[in-house]
Structure formats: structure tokens, C-alpha cells
């Protein structure tokens, strides 16, 4: 099927860990992003690539670093886990930045202990 | 810098009825791209329905429409024929030309049978 996916789906883990959360698209889409939902419901936008290139990066913090290894995929690698990190993390893909509209993953919820 | 409200935190609705969810944002820009997205309970994010800012029409899709008044900055969504299945988390969106998706802060649609 054509889609985002992202694994793991659940994730639940101890403080100071590290952790990482794959994502890959057979989409053909060039531009792949990272999004975090938290307790709230409220969806914010971590990081976004094209073709690769890093081109939004918000005020995140620098333990969180995205990869992007080729067009297809965006890893989102996270060190030191807080308890404050638990959420549901997204990724997301479109093709170039304009009107397509996103297109999400089943996201990940990650559970900080 | 671009904000979306939706100032409805839940609505409820009966089967088969037309209910009316309600966005505003604020932007100076006069290009830009607005979303509706749907979040059931599974958590997957679905695109629902886009408008070009530059188009005067509505955007439509099958028993979804939008009221995009852009002197208003307003972008509500309209379902008609509500179905049981409707019933889920909805998220406005903004995006500029090149810009950050911006989401505003949901509205949890209740459809009561």
C-alpha cells in the first residue's frame, strides 16, 4: 500500500534513555516532516526536509536530531528522554511545500517513565 | 507571526444533520493554503478537504464544504448528512506559500445516533 509508515508504534521507555523512531514514505513525495501532539491534542511542527535538506527547524530541543538518509526516509532520533517528552510524534510527508497538504503517519506514541 | 483559533473545543450533532465547525486566523499574507484535517479515535490525521487562498470558490469534497470568507479570515467547515463514522477530533490548518503547516487547536465533533 502506498503510505507513510512509522515504527515503532508504541514506545514506552525510562527517563535518560535513547530512543528512535523511524518513518518512511513510498509516496514519492520530497518533502518529509516531524510533528509532536501532546497531552492536549495540540500539533506542532519539530522539523521538515526537502530533498534531504533540513529546512524547518523550530525551537526544539537539540537532543531531539532528525535523519534523513535519502528522499524516503526521516528518522527521529531522541537522547536523554525526559518525562516531559511523552507524546504522540507524527511524520509526514508532502510533495514540495504548497497546497498538497500533508500526508501523516499512524504516529508514534511515546510514553516517558 | 500566522495563528489559527477554532473556538469551539467540542460540537455535537445528530445523524444526518449538517453541523458547522468554525477557524480564524491571522495573517498578512495574501497567499497562503487552509486545511481541514479529521483525527479519529485510531489517532490517524486524514486530509478532509484544502482551499487555495487565490480561489474565490469553496472547495468541496462529496459531503464536506468549506466557507472560506477571506476578508474575514474565516475558513469553517461544513458537513452535511452526518455519519456516525464522522465523529473525531478536526484540526484547521494554515500555510503560507513556503511555509510551517500552523494548526489550531481542534474541535472534538461529537454524532449522536
Known amino acids: 500500500d502506498t503510505a507513510v509508515s512509522q515504527t515503532p508504534k508504541y514506545l514506552v521507555t525510562q527517563m535518560g534513555n535513547d530512543k528512535s523512531i523511524k518513518c518512511e514514505q513510498n509516496?514519492?513525495?520530497?518533502?518529509m516532516y516531524w510533528y509532536k501532539q501532546d497531552s492536549k491534542k495540540f500539533l506542532k511542527i519539530m522539523f521538515s526536509?526537502?530533498?534531504?535538506?533540513?529546512?524547518i527547524n523550530e525551537t526544539v530541543p537539540n537532543r531531539f536530531s532528525p535523519k534523513s538518509p535519502d528522499k524516503a526516509h526521516l528518522n527521529l532520533h531522541i537522547n536523554s528522554l525526559e518525562l516531559g517528552d511523552s507524546a504522540v510524534y507524527f511524520c509526514?510527508?508532502?510533495?514540495?511545500?504548497?497546497?498538497?497538504?500533508?500526508?501523516f503517519g499512524p504516529g508514534t506514541r511515546l510514553t516517558v517513565l | 507571526a500566522q495563528t489559527v483559533t477554532q473556538s469551539q473545543p467540542e460540537m455535537s450533532v445528530q445523524e444526518a444533520e449538517t453541523v458547522t465547525l468554525s477557524c480564524t486566523y491571522d495573517?498578512?499574507?495574501?497567499?497562503?493554503?487552509l486545511f481541514w484535517y479529521k483525527q479519529p479515535p485510531s489517532r490517524q490525521m486524514i486530509l478532509v478537504i484544502r482551499?487555495?487562498?487565490?480561489?474565490?470558490q469553496n472547495a468541496t469534497e462529496n459531503r464536506f464544504s468549506v466557507n472560506f470568507q477571506k476578508a474575514a479570515k474565516s475558513f469553517s467547515l461544513k458537513i452535511s448528512d452526518s455519519q456516525l463514522g464522522d465523529a473525531a477530533m478536526y484540526f484547521c490548518?494554515?500555510?503560507?506559500?513556503?511555509?510551517?503547516?500552523?494548526f489550531g487547536q481542534g474541535t472534538e465533533l461529537s454524532v449522536k445516533p
Open positions: 482551499q487555495e487562498a487565490y480561489k474565490q
Open positions: 526536509y526537502n530533498n534531504k535538506e533540513l529546512i
Open positions: 509526514a510527508s508532502s510533495q514540495g511545500r504548497l497546497a498538497g497538504g500533508e500526508f
Open positions: 495573517t498578512s499574507e495574501s497567499d497562503y493554503y
Open positions: 490548518a494554515y500555510r503560507s506559500a513556503w511555509g510551517k503547516l500552523i
Open positions: 509516496l514519492g513525495h520530497d518533502t
